[in-house]
């Protein structure tokens, strides 16, 4: 079992940032990669970023040069460093870890308006 929980989402204006962590508990050795969804009103949830057991990372092409996703291992957390945040990046942020399934924090709401 993994425990993942979300913090750091809120109300930002058009250009700014945000950091959101994901602190991760449980069977942590088991776990391959994580990442980033997102899910915006009415629509499908999506891809953010990943970062594998390797360092490798992955990007939606949306967010590239915007969005970086991290990890601190002495910590047990996974963050995601927004910049330069867009209208469009409006949504509900979930943490994801993938051990043999895919376990999925609450989500956190980011608002991207002025």
């Known amino acids: 079992q993994v425990q993942l929980v979300e913090s750091g989402g809120g109300l930002v204006q058009p250009g700014g940032s945000l950091r959101l962590s994901c602190a991760v508990s449980?069977?942590?050795?088991?776990?391959?990669?994580m990442g980033w969804y997102r899910q915006a009103a009415g629509k499908q949830r999506d891809l953010v970023a990943r970062?594998?057991?390797?360092?490798?990372?992955l990007y939606a092409d949306s967010v590239k040069g915007r969005f970086t996703i991290s990890r601190d291992s002495a910590k047990n957390t996974v963050y995601l460093q927004m910049n330069s945040l867009k209208p469009e990046d409006t949504a509900v942020y979930y943490c994801?870890?993938?051990?043999?399934?895919?376990?999925w924090g609450q989500g956190t709401q980011v608002t991207v308006s002025s």
């Open positions: 970062i594998y057991s390797s360092g490798n990372t």
């Open positions: 449980g069977s942590i050795s088991s776990i391959t990669n």
């Open positions: 994801t870890a993938t051990t043999f399934r895919m376990y």
